[in-house]
């Protein structure tokens, strides 16, 4: 698979064209209706100056993007990449990581407080994105081989602590390396609801420790399933941070209207826990795949079970998202989203035209620029 080092305007309308057409064929096998397929780009709602809007100075929403494969020699194509689309906010994600749910410490080799050379991307990626007005949070994963960070299953008590001293060594680490950098935003971490369960004061004196050593804005990313019912600090937070990847529908190739009204018991739940703790809601993630099924798991990567579910699909990601924003966009109580992602390498279209995550090339790409470029009343 080639890559592409620039992309000019007509090549980057050939390879969106081909994506619209991918999502023709593909949908059209599911008798879905006409009723986006002739998706027409615009392009007048791009931004092609090089620098962001900042439209969250004056509304204070997060118009964000996951972005991944910073490489030091295209960091100013990728993000001209970005702000052409109005993304304003980038989350940076570096990888902690743990063998299984059952290892007992998070595997590290680096120093606290000594910036490494993957470190060293990142400081200048958020340079780089600061001098174009942008924001940036800066959000470490834990990933593992084996199991799901959720599910973190350790004997003792004196596991528990094993695990969290290193958890936290690595956090401390880049909280400074967020200071450093003055990231606008810092994630605490990501869904890790059996640990907030088991050591809720660990957690609270972590908070503590990281205030001490990073004085922006902090959140913790917890799963759109109830785990933010776990967190007993959301108080020390300046947002509610929600993996939003919450089932819309039942049926493949959904309407509008039909994703738009799967939104409403989940707005409801949202609406009463910001108000619970007079916080706002950002989705710290969500994503949609570009496939018939994208609106039932939208957590999933795939479905093996059953292939027809894979059918590619831009015509339902693009609904999805067009969803999103008129359920949520201009509501007071939500201050943003961070989508899932973005690939800074340029790839051709046969990547990208398969149902993975990326708005890239596809009609959700334009209709994310074109809501991200507006400006709404503000977050409360």
Request: charged content about 25%.
């Amino acid at each position: 698979m080639n890559i592409i080092p620039k992309m000019n305007t007509s090549s980057y309308l050939k390879y969106s064209l081909y994506a619209i057409a991918i999502s023709i064929i593909g949908c059209a096998t599911h008798n879905e209706s006409q009723e986006d397929h002739a998706f027409a780009w615009d392009m007048s709602v791009e931004n092609h100056t090089g620098v962001a809007n900042n439209y969250y100075a004056k509304d204070g929403k997060h118009r964000g993007m996951s972005v991944f494969h910073w490489r030091h020699r295209e960091i100013g194509e990728s993000i001209n990449q970005l702000v052409k689309d109005n993304i304003e906010a980038v989350a940076l994600i570096p990888f902690l990581y743990q063998k299984t749910d059952t290892t007992k410490t998070v595997s590290w080799k680096g120093v606290k407080g000594k910036w490494s050379r993957s470190d060293s991307i990142y400081i200048k990626v958020s340079q780089e994105l600061h001098e174009r007005n942008m924001h940036v949070m800066f959000k470490p994963h834990l990933w593992m081989s084996e199991g799901w960070r959720s599910n973190i299953k350790l004997e003792t008590d004196e596991e528990w602590d094993t695990w969290f001293d290193s958890y936290e060594e690595q956090m401390l680490h880049y909280a400074l390396l967020s200071q450093e950098m003055n990231v606008d935003l810092f994630c605490i971490g990501t869904e890790l609801k059996s640990s907030l369960k088991k050591q809720p004061q660990r957690w609270k004196n972590f908070v503590r420790k990281i205030k001490d050593v990073y004085d922006g804005k902090l959140t913790y990313a917890s799963n759109w399933d109830g785990e933010y019912n776990d967190v007993n600090f959301w108080n020390d937070m300046d947002y509610i941070g929600i993996q939003a990847y919450y089932p819309l529908t039942n049926n493949i190739s959904p309407t509008l209207d039909e994703i738009k009204y799967g939104w409403d018991k989940h707005l409801k739940k949202l609406i009463k826990l910001s108000k619970e703790f007079n916080k706002p809601i950002l989705f710290t993630e969500t994503g949609y795949r570009s496939d018939v099924a994208a609106t039932i798991k939208p957590w999933e990567w795939g479905n093996s079970e059953d292939t027809k579910l894979n059918t590619a699909c831009n015509t339902s990601q693009n609904r999805a998202y067009e969803a999103l924003f008129q359920k949520l966009w201009n509501e007071k109580w939500f201050a943003g989203v961070y989508f899932w992602q973005w690939h800074t390498t340029n790839k051709e279209n046969e990547e990208y035209n398969l149902t993975e995550f990326t708005p890239q090339y596809k009609p959700a790409e334009n209709t994310m620029a074109k809501w991200y470029g507006t400006l709404t009343e503000g977050v409360r």
